[in-house]
């Protein structure tokens, strides 16, 4: 059974750090891709942020937030981290992490097949 567990979700200032964590259970973690996902609030729409190409080892970004933010997969581990540097505001919401084993549109919420529970990030100026 495909499982995505995420933690490390929390409230912190602009300008502060948080890490997020994705473990996964049940799928070849370097097969599949992995992306995180971010739902403002009183948004409906998930909007990705950053995938893990695990088929080719690569990151993709989506737009400008490479540079603050970090997605470092580790294959022994099957966990997904997510580095918040210097949040704005504006990077509140709920992030998931998702997972599917086959390609599509990345950063489209409904190419994936799995998904976690979602972990709450609060940022404050």
């Known amino acids: 059974e495909v499982q995505l567990v995420e933690s490390g979700g929390g409230s912190v200032q602009a300008g502060g750090s948080l890490r997020l964590s994705c473990e996964t259970f049940g799928y070849a973690f370097t097969s599949y891709w992995m992306a995180w996902f971010r739902q403002a609030p009183e948004k409906s729409e998930r909007v990705g942020v950053a995938?893990?190409?695990?088929?080719?080892?690569?990151?993709h970004f989506r737009d400008s937030l490479e540079g603050r933010f970090t997605f470092s997969p580790d294959t022994v581990k099957t966990t997904g981290y997510f580095q918040m540097d210097n949040p704005e505001p504006e990077d509140t919401g709920v992030y998931y992490c998702?997972?599917?084993?086959?390609?599509?549109?990345?950063?489209?919420?409904?190419?994936?097949?799995?998904w976690g529970q979602g972990t709450q990030v609060i940022v404050s100026s």
């Open positions: 995938l893990f190409d695990g088929g080719h080892n690569r990151i």
């Open positions: 998702a997972a599917v084993s086959r390609g599509g549109d990345g950063f489209r919420p409904t190419t994936y097949r799995y």
